[in-house]
T-cell receptor, first 112, second 113 residues
Framework: DADVTQTPRNRITKTGKRIMLECSQTKGHDRMYWYRQDPGLGLRLIYYSFDVKDINKGEISDGYSVSRQAQAKFSLSLESAIPNQTALYFC???????????FGPGTRLLVL | GESVGLHLPTLSVQEGDNSIINCAYSNSASDYFIWYKQESGKGPQFIIDIRSNMDKRQGQRVTVLLNKTVKHLSLQIAATQPGDSAVYFCAENGAGGGNKLTFGTGTQLKVEL
């Protein structure tokens, strides 16, 4: 099932570098989300978007920015990566009339 | 703040047995709950959901039970199979409707042959 795709799947970068994680979806959902997952913690919301002109901060947005280039694309950027941003990052989508979120396969990021 | 928690971090069951995974929630305003399955190296996969106007909902080999009195949610997997081995976590929609979900930390289910 490739309804929600994320690129890259794995990334190693150095402290201070700028990187972008990309998410694309073919589900036609307006709502998109970015989460990070750390061992022993639940998924934590970074940013979410209800449509191309709507961007909202989640609980841990510091150090991150996003861009909603189109309904189908939602990118997450780390302007200056730091080691504690090492984590699994997931993109999710959600149709307007439902509450279920559908997740991509994730990006594993290592910041050295 | 509000949180969603799980009672057991790891659950081991024999193949063929039934599994029960529990979740406690503390936000009494939540009216929607979801169970996800996450296999190693993959994203969370939707299993089943339930609204607060229901006590029980059944899917294929899975049943979700909701006890609003004690704020408890459980996932029952019948005839557990090796392919059921994964991390399972619950999520709730919290206060203010379904714009955001709050996720639990997860329970690792291990199926022994």
């Amino acid at each position: 099932d490739a309804d929600v795709t994320q690129t890259p799947r794995n990334r190693i970068t150095k402290t201070g570098k700028r990187i972008m994680l990309e998410c694309s979806q073919t589900k036609g959902h307006d709502r998109m989300y970015w989460y990070r997952q750390d061992p022993g913690l639940g998924l934590r919301l970074i940013y979410y978007s209800f449509d191309v002109k709507d961007i909202n901060k989640g609980e841990i947005s510091d150090g991150y920015s996003v861009s909603r280039q189109a309904q189908a694309k939602f990118s997450l950027s780390l302007e200056s990566a730091i080691p504690n941003q090492t984590a699994l990052y997931f993109c999710a989508t959600r149709p307007d009339r439902e509450e279920t979120q559908y997740f991509g396969p994730g990006t594993r990021l290592l910041v050295l | 703040g509000e949180s969603v928690g799980l009672h057991l971090p790891t659950l081991s069951v024999q193949e063929g047995d039934n599994s029960i995974i529990n979740c406690a929630y503390s936000n009494s305003a939540s009216d929607y709950f979801i169970w996800y399955k996450q296999e190693s190296g993959k994203g969370p996969q939707f299993i089943i959901d339930i609204r607060s106007n229901m006590d029980k909902r059944q899917g294929q080999r899975v049943t979700v039970l909701l006890n609003k009195t004690v704020k408890h949610l459980s996932l029952q997997i019948a005839a557990t199979q090796p392919g059921d081995s994964a991390v399972y976590f619950c999520a709730e929609n919290g206060a203010g409707g379904g714009n955001k979900l709050t996720f639990g930390t997860g329970t690792q289910l291990k199926v022994e042959l």
